[in-house]
């Protein structure tokens, strides 16, 4: 909307001759990436502050509360979890709907790739509510079935894909890794859209995996975003992008205001998030957020950078992998299932070896951090 009111200001000015005038100039700056950012990040902070509580109210009217696992199943996590009970979960739609209500007023409606990343997003918040309304209705901690969730994430993230291989095959087709100055492949062809599938989906499900303690996978959140809004902007600005040797479309830089949007989305559900938590955003945002991410990052060429950037995503799903496969192993070899962790996602790991449950997630918030400016690091170290 912001850069459509600069556009008809400038044509009109322009059609008619006019001098410019102070409308002109106040409207001049909504033309910039770095403006519009800036202010997508604070329509979404301030859009969730607004609706957080109404949203909370009328959950709880709903009695839309998160469903707790009996002591038999989850044993001592039991009893550190059993006060949530209760909790409004759900609350990843407030993200989901500032992400939307942001890119559409300071995105250029124009640039394919907002709407991809939107598709993608809301698709994927959908599947989540629908997962979440599923253990609420049936008060269990089921929802959908795996097969379901990943047969509908995976047409989602092929649709997502092809389009954007097709927009600019060129541009996506190459493969880019840290540390390194060129790109190690020049040309993928349509293996660029598995890849794109595989990044997707298992972003998707990573930051779904990390979704377990009050703030954790909100505040992880922040740093990865604000790097992917760095990300783009500088592969955006073909003066950037020459001095620094990154592969350039023009387009990315307004990914950044979907990055910016998620930011001031996460930072303002972490309001209500952050321990006691008074709302989870269950899988209606974790799903969606995964799925923006990953978008992100394959707008701006930074597909394999994110297993640097999510570190604490990456590390959390990669424990539930090895969780299964060492013990499916193990009960083959030995006749008995052994376990690696004393309980996946990792977060669960450390608050059963006794670390509290803000303990965790602030020591993960920082780890994230750490992460995001490793990444960052890479742009120079190559």
């Not at 044509?11 to 008619?16: G, H």
């Not at 918040?125 to 995976?154: H, I, R």
């Not at 097709?166 to 540390?179: E, N, V």
């Not at 595989?198 to 954790?216: E, K, P, Q, R, W």
Request: glycine share 8%; net charge positive.
């Amino acid at each position: 909307m912001l850069f459509w009111i600069y556009e008809y200001f400038q044509q009109r000015r322009i059609a008619e001759g006019l001098s410019v005038s102070l409308i002109d100039k106040i409207t001049n700056v909504f033309q910039y990436e770095t403006f519009r950012a800036i202010m997508a990040g604070l329509v979404s902070l301030i859009f969730v502050l607004i609706i957080g509580n109404r949203i909370i109210r009328k959950l709880l009217s709903l009695k839309m509360g998160q469903p707790i696992r009996t002591a038999e199943e989850v044993n001592a996590l039991y009893a550190l979890h059993e006060g949530k009970k209760g909790t409004p979960t759900m609350g990843g739609i407030m993200i989901v709907m500032a992400f939307v209500v942001a890119i559409a007023i300071c995105g250029k409606w124009s640039n394919p790739y907002l709407w991809i990343t939107l598709f993608v997003t809301v698709a994927m918040g959908l599947l989540g509510f629908w997962d979440d309304y599923l253990k609420v209705a049936k008060k269990n901690s089921k929802g959908v079935s795996e097969k379901f969730k990943l047969t509908f994430q995976l047409v989602v993230a092929f649709a997502a894909a092809v389009c954007i291989y097709r927009t600019h095959p060129t541009y996506f087709g190459q493969l880019w890794i840290p540390f390194v100055k060129e790109a190690v492949i020049q040309d993928m062809g349509w293996w660029t859209v598995p890849f794109f599938v595989v990044v997707i989906v298992g972003s998707s499900n990573a930051v779904n995996l990390t979704d377990g303690l009050d703030g954790l996978a909100t505040g992880c959140t922040l740093p990865v975003a604000f790097t992917y809004g760095i990300f783009n902007y500088l592969h955006g600005r073909v003066d950037a992008a020459n001095h620094l040797n990154l592969p350039h479309d023009l387009l990315a830089a307004d990914v950044a205001i979907a990055s910016f949007s998620l930011l001031g989305a996460a930072l303002g559900f972490l309001w209500f998030n952050c321990a006691p938590a008074r709302v989870f955003m269950g899988d209606t945002g974790a799903l969606a957020i995964g799925g923006a991410i990953a978008v992100m990052a394959i707008s701006c060429k930074q597909e394999v950078t994110l297993v640097i950037v999510g570190g604490v995503f990456v590390a959390e799903a990669a424990s539930v992998i090895l969780q299964r496969l060492y013990f499916k192993y193990t009960r083959r070899k030995y006749g008995e299932g052994r376990r690696i962790f004393k309980m996946s996602p990792l977060h669960h790991h450390f608050e059963l070896c006794g670390w509290k449950e803000t303990q965790v997630v602030v020591r993960f918030w920082i780890v994230g951090i750490v992460c995001a400016l490793l990444g960052l690091a890479t742009l120079k170290l190559r």
